[in-house]
């Protein structure tokens, strides 16, 4: 393994402490909790913004805290849950007169993690309920979930949950909106090469030199099968046409799509990809009406993308317009 790490044990609490001394102007860092909160959170006038999760899915979701997106993150530690005096104790500091809401991916520990921690927070008052994302098409259930995962589909969850709670919203129409945003939110993707966790020193899992994984998860967990490579086109297909066949998309749909990378596929390879998942939508006459390409919710430096599509109408459109500023910055 050769990484940019010390101690494995310390990967996150390092990593946390490195993004709140990029961003000292408008991110806190609370260690106590693994947890990266706006520096002007919690504010009487919004809803409070919450998701966990594991580590190693980043920028989700540490780097997606700022205005117009999450007010407050505590990830545990790579690929595990929060523990759950984590998300009870960050419920409690970002507290507000409006709300919070907790996002969760739908996985056996985040579920057990954010429920126990919500029923705590009503216990001592706070207004607070839990909103699970589920767009992963792949499987049904698997070792990590109880139905369908949450992938980088919770990017598009967390924007309009953001912009909303940004605009005044109360917390029934939060929920309200992301829970339809979860609803037409569809996603797939395969692994080119497993992820190599820093605590295990070695890949999470075995691909032949001529093998991808279809269906992964963002954790390595098993697919749909296991295939040989094939060139970009014919893999962009095995990805979209369950994803379109899904919800289903349909002639006259207009969508956002996304193109994720899932932390060690060239940004050249997956505009490769989105150029062919662009055409064939327009083919199947679904117009693409918001593009993304680039690394949303990463699996460490597994190689590979992930597919999203969102049935788009004139409020989810609005929402994903609305301005944000978040830690992650390029320039």
């Keep these: 393994m050769k990484k940019f790490v010390n101690d494995p044990l310390k990967y996150v609490p390092?990593?946390?402490?490195?993004?709140?001394?990029?961003?000292?102007?408008t991110l806190r860092y609370v260690p106590e909790y693994n947890l990266i909160m706006r520096a002007d959170a919690p504010r009487d006038d919004k809803v409070s913004i919450v998701q966990g999760s594991g580590s190693g899915h980043e920028p989700a979701h540490v780097l997606t805290v700022g205005k117009g997106m999450l007010d407050g993150a505590c990830p545990g530690d790579v690929f595990a849950a929060p523990p759950m005096d984590y998300v009870y104790e960050t419920t409690k500091l970002l507290a507000s007169p409006k709300g919070v809401l907790l996002l969760v991916n739908n996985y056996t520990g985040d579920k057990m993690a954010f429920d126990m921690a919500q029923e705590m927070s009503l216990a001592d008052g706070v207004n607070v309920r839990t909103l699970f994302i589920d767009d992963d098409v792949a499987v049904q259930d698997s070792t990590y979930t109880v139905g369908r995962r949450g992938v980088a589909g919770n990017f598009f969850v967390m924007k309009a949950v953001g912009a909303a709670s940004e605009a005044g919203a109360d917390l029934d129409e939060v929920v309200r909106i992301g829970e339809k945003v979860n609803s037409v939110t569809r996603t797939m993707g395969l692994a080119l090469t497993a992820c190599t966790p820093p605590a295990k020193g070695s890949p999470l899992f075995e691909l032949g030199d001529d093998e991808i994984e279809i269906g992964v998860g963002i954790h390595g967990e098993p697919g749909r099968r296991r295939a040989k490579i094939e060139?970009?086109?014919?893999?962009?297909?095995?990805?979209l046409d369950?994803?379109?066949?899904?919800?289903?998309?349909?002639?006259?749909?207009?969508?956002?799509l996304m193109v994720n990378g899932l932390g060690g596929t060239p940004i050249s390879e997956l505009y490769i990809a989105y150029g062919?998942?662009?055409?064939?939508?327009?083919?199947?006459?679904?117009?693409?009406?918001?593009?993304?390409?680039?690394?949303?919710?990463?699996?460490?430096?597994?190689?590979?993308?992930?597919?999203?599509?969102?049935?788009?109408?004139?409020?989810?459109?609005?929402?994903?317009?609305?301005?944000?500023?978040?830690?992650?910055?390029?320039?």
Excluded: W
């Design 231 to 239: 060139p970009s086109d014919a893999l962009v297909d095995i990805l």
């Design 14 to 25: 390092d990593m946390l402490k490195g993004i709140a001394l990029a961003n000292p102007d």
């Design 242 to 256: 369950p994803v379109v066949a899904d919800l289903p998309f349909e002639r006259g749909d207009r969508v956002a």
């Design 276 to 331: 062919h998942a662009h055409e064939q939508l327009a083919a199947k006459g679904i117009t693409v009406g918001r593009s993304y390409v680039g690394e949303y919710c990463t699996s460490l430096d597994m190689a590979g993308a992930s597919i999203t599509l969102v049935r788009l109408d004139d409020e989810i459109e609005s929402l994903l317009a609305a301005p944000a500023e978040i830690g992650l910055r390029i320039f």
